[in-house]
């Protein structure tokens, strides 16, 4: 599991952040089959809070999936990461 916490500076309106979440959650579905979420933070202006989920039968093929996604957002989204957490599990 994924958590960003990220500031998207010089949006004008709500609808302007949305697009950009919309576009940052269909770059993840797409390349890295995750599940995806804005899960915090949408009556924010400039902060967002995305949310990300990966299932594998392999702990380090995960967490190194979740690393690439977040190499992804961090060169190619126009915003600032404040906050990010990988978590993963094994059952």
């Known amino acids: 599991m994924i958590q960003i916490i990220f500031e998207i500076p010089d949006v004008a309106s709500i609808k302007d952040k949305r697009r950009i979440i919309l576009s940052v959650k269909e770059k ?6 995750m599940s995806v979420a804005e899960v915090d933070l949408q009556d924010s202006l400039t902060f967002a ?5 990966l299932v594998s039968n392999s702990r380090q093929y995960g967490e190194t999936v979740l690393q690439k996604a977040f190499a992804m957002i961090e060169h190619e989204v126009p915003a600032r990461i ?3 957490k990988i978590h993963s599990e094994e059952f």
């Open 82 to 84: 404040q906050d990010y």
């Open 28 to 33: 993840l579905r797409r390349k890295f089959h």
């Open 49 to 53: 809070q995305i949310g990300g989920a």
